[in-house]
């Protein structure tokens, strides 16, 4: 059992998809135990497969019994095994807190949205164990399709904002798949670990440089890294809510993951790193994209958008931090998108159980919250801590760990512009909660007035998210604390390992 | 000046994909129709499917279905792997069809319930549209 895990973590929840999508027509209520099996199942695999390859080390899994340079390889190390964890339980805990929002906003569609739920997920979980580039191409763009339709199910711009999204994730898959064609044409190899033993011989060719800017390029794009981030925004911020909380916290970081393993396992450090400038020149980039995502979150008035600029800053810190070019700088990349896809998920999960309550996530909408739902809003600012960097949670030790690795590289814009965004941070949130805390709940501002609301605000019966959005949301807060005391054991058994060596 | 016409002409297949894909891409950008933005992005990825297909292609080479496989009577060892075309590249582009189907499917989905909401698939009327709401 235990040596089919990398199999079971893509297998389960596709199987699991395609009985979510025969139940929707047969017995719609079956659709979402039926959903919660399968991502149940291969949450279980991706803890029991982290376990292993902590244990035992690297897993190379041959699909079909196929040798790994012809046939479909899966291979498994440190690093991906904690992103399938962490992807196969945030999933999880998002569906659970799915059920009552989609039951509320789309009940004559839960079988069409949970089968895109689980298979959004199948892709993602099978884009972090898979170890063949095209492979990849085709779960990103398993996932980057049960994405649009996700997002397009919303109402209102959510379609046209869709739309966009799709035409740049196509030109950004489109890319990424003709890098991957330029490193077949010099290699004649697919797979991962076979393409870097047939490319160190190369280095040095241009047609090896166009497939790296090429695919990196469609990468970022896909992640939204500053200057392709135009899709994200509204993408995110139009989502349904129980959508938004699951491709905000997970689409990103798994792109990030991807960045990583090109940079790491099929192009070596060395080659990645040895223009100096260009390397200088990503950092300046992810600088751009932590101050330009910092200032546009300033500008919303939304929650959800706001916390969607946010998002496209958090890319910044991961690319700026594993572009930094030393030990400090990518250890501090792998574990911000630990800590990140938590945060990300605690705090568009609370955006949608106050959107469950309010109908609304605009700063009005706000009005009165800590009063009506103490607990929903207790966990954002939990979600909002640790986006700050406030200590105690896991966010405050992957900055500290890219702030020394942007010291060491003596990178001081780097360390200014994450000083910077952290700083608008603590802005954007405090307005957040000063709405949510001071001003009187909304609606009836006839009763305005200074004098009266403070009275008025002990009156206001609690009106808590559902328990079922509550439980979910309250463990995402509790694991960034826990991920923050965790740092030390993270770092040493699960981090340093993969750092390459060549890494100064 | 001269010495790039060979390069022209007998790497013609990347000049052909590089044009469609800027075709593709002009349409994607420039054109204000939400379908004809789909129609550009269909092209942006054949050119890709193009590019694929073209490098598996051999001047002489055949279809890789072997003749006279090993095991059956004399000279039949020996398989010539310069007389067939690289098959591994179209069976790629096979999967690669299949997910631009797949994306053209989404986006006309999408193209229409826009077009429930705003009775009109330009793009410029829309935002005129959401300017004034």
Known sequence: MSEQYPALIVITPLLAALLVSAAGWLRPRLCFPLALAGLGAAAAAATGLLVQVLATGPVTYRLGGWEPPWGIAYYVDNLNAVVAALVAWVALFNLVASYRAVMTDYPEKIGPYYTLYVLAVTGMLGMVVTGDAFNLYVLLEITSLTGYALIGLGGGRAPLASLNYLFLGTIGASFYLLGVGYLYIVTGSLNMADLAKLLTPLYGSLALLAAFAITLVGLWMKMAFFPLHAWLPNAYGFAPAPTASLLAPLMTKVMVYVMIRIMISVFTVEFVLQEVLVGQLVVWLAVAAMVAGALFALGQRDLKRMLAYIVVAEVGYMVGGAWLGNRLGMTGAVLHLINDAVMTFCVFLAAGCIYQKTRGTSFEDLRGLFKKMPWTMAALAAGAMAIIGVPPTGGFFSKWYLIRGGLEAGHWGFVGALLFSSLINVVLFFRVFEIAFFEPSGGDDSHGGHGGHEEHGGAVALAEAPLSMLLPLMAAALGLIALGLATGPLVQKLILPIIPAGLG | ?133
């Open chain 2, 1 to 133: 000046m001269e010495e790039y016409i060979p390069l022209l002409l007998t790497k013609y297949n990347y000049w052909v994909y590089i044009t469609l894909m800027m075709i593709g891409l002009w349409a994607m950008i420039a054109k204000n129709n939400l379908v004809k933005k789909i129609v550009g992005m269909n092209i942006f990825q054949t050119a890709i499917i193009l590019f694929y297909v073209s490098i598996g292609a051999k001047y002489g080479g055949t279809i890789p279905i072997i003749q006279h496989g090993p095991g059956h009577g004399h000279g039949a060892a020996q398989i010539k792997a310069l007389a067939y075309i690289n098959p591994l590249p179209h069976v790629l582009m096979l999967t690669a069809i299949v997910v631009s189907v797949a994306t053209l499917g989404v986006a006309l989905a999408l193209v229409i319930k826009i077009h429930r909401r705003h009775r009109t698939l330009e793009e410029d009327e829309i935002l005129e549209q959401l300017r004034e709401s």
